[in-house]
């Protein structure tokens, strides 16, 4: 089982940048998959989720709230977070992480599986 986040990069103000969680070793369909950050010195946040099976709702942290979007493709084992308008506030490692749990329980942080980080800096 392993999880593979990537795309991060140097992005000004205001920019976008999509990220991609890539999975192997389970079928990713039943799982939901969480985005999190970790900003220095700070607590790992949970931005953004999307259920598994058919469900496919999502839910977002308001600090993300109309900037990203979360989406999957289970036929490729992809997650993706497009994010649009980036603030330098929104400078952290990023992880992606799945588990058969609801959003709310994922987000809180309770995954059984994270992938390793993947650093996304805002600045001009």
């Known amino acids: 089982v392993q999880l593979q986040a990537s795309g991060g990069g140097l992005v000004q103000p205001g920019g976008s940048l999509r990220l991609s969680c890539t999975a192997s070793?389970?079928?990713?369909?039943?799982?939901?998959v969480g985005w999190f950050r970790q900003a220095p010195g700070k607590e790992r946040e949970g931005v953004a989720c999307?259920?598994?099976?058919?469900?496919?709702?999502?839910s977002y942290a308001d600090s993300v709230k109309s900037r990203f979007t979360i989406s999957r493709n289970d036929a490729k084992r992809q997650a993706y977070l497009e994010m649009s308008s980036l603030k330098p506030e929104d400078t952290a490692i990023y992880y992606c992480?799945?588990?058969?749990?609801?959003?709310?329980?994922?987000?809180?942080?309770?995954?059984?599986?994270w992938g390793q980080g993947t650093l996304v800096t805002v600045s001009s």
């Open positions: 999307i259920q598994g099976s058919s469900d496919h709702s999502t």
């Open positions: 992480a799945t588990g058969l749990y609801s959003c709310q329980t994922l987000l809180a942080g309770t995954a059984d599986d």
């Open positions: 070793g389970f079928v990713l369909e039943y799982h939901a």
